[in-house]
């Protein structure tokens, strides 16, 4: 898929402003950038449980989204606003966090597994594996028991500005993938930051 069939963006996260800084809504954080860049404003709309802004990057018009239900049931809202706009998951990037990559990292790909984040689990059984992610890191607490309380705590004050640094990264890769294509937006983008040493397969 060529960059410029972009047409939706979706940050995922929880709504409220208890989980407004928490790890697991870095994908909000994502969308708020590109809002921030662009000149778009966020609005409710009821009948798609999600906040919606109309913003032109490189040319190109498209929506960015933040559902507002909870992240494990991200899938309907975001099915709500592809059928109304009449667009496909191929049409589609998803920004969330990863806990599978180190703070400071951000990584670009096409399609996969859901590699146990609920917000994919639900939008993949929705809709299907085929539309662009935008993988965040946030680290991992260490075992898989104290996965669900560290995503849904804030980051040190050294961590944050690491996961602020590369929310911005993932925000540029977005602008070099409309402009130029997906392939050139992912060999800048990962020769930058921390290696994904830690990181697992999907």
């Known amino acids: 898929m060529s960059g410029n069939a972009l047409k939706l963006i979706v940050g995922l996260g929880n709504p409220g402003p208890e989980y407004a800084r928490t ?5 909000f954080w994502l ?3 590109l809002a921030r860049r662009h000149g778009g ?5 009821g009948k798609h449980q999600a906040e919606l802004a109309r913003v032109r990057i490189s040319g190109e018009e498209l929506w960015l989204a ?3 239900t909870f992240m494990n049931r991200s899938g ?6 592809l059928g109304f706009y009449k667009l496909t998951p191929a049409q589609m990037l998803v920004a969330h966090d990863e806990i599978d ?5 951000v990584r670009l790909k ?5 590699g146990g984040h609920n917000g994919l689990r639900d939008l993949i059984a929705a809709q299907g594996d085929g539309f662009w992610r935008l993988r965040i890191g946030v680290s991992h607490p260490g075992t898989k028991s104290e996965v669900v309380d560290f995503v849904l705590t804030r980051a040190s004050a050294s961590e944050q500005s690491e996961i602020d640094e590369s929310v911005r990264a993932g925000a540029d890769a977005i602008e070099q993938m409309l402009r130029s294509g997906a392939q050139i937006a992912m060999n800048k983008l990962h020769s930058l930051g ?4 830690n990181a697992k397969s999907e």
Do not use: I, Q
Request: glycine residues 14%; proline residues 11%.
């Open 101 to 105: 990559l180190p703070s400071g990292t």
């Open 66 to 68: 933040k559902p507002m």
């Open 41 to 45: 404003v966020f609005r409710f709309e």
């Open 110 to 114: 096409e399609a996969g597994g859901h």
């Open 23 to 27: 790890r697991h809504n870095a994908g």
């Open 76 to 81: 309907g809202p975001v099915s709500s606003v």
């Open 194 to 197: 921390k290696p994904a040493a």
């Open 31 to 33: 969308v708020d950038e």
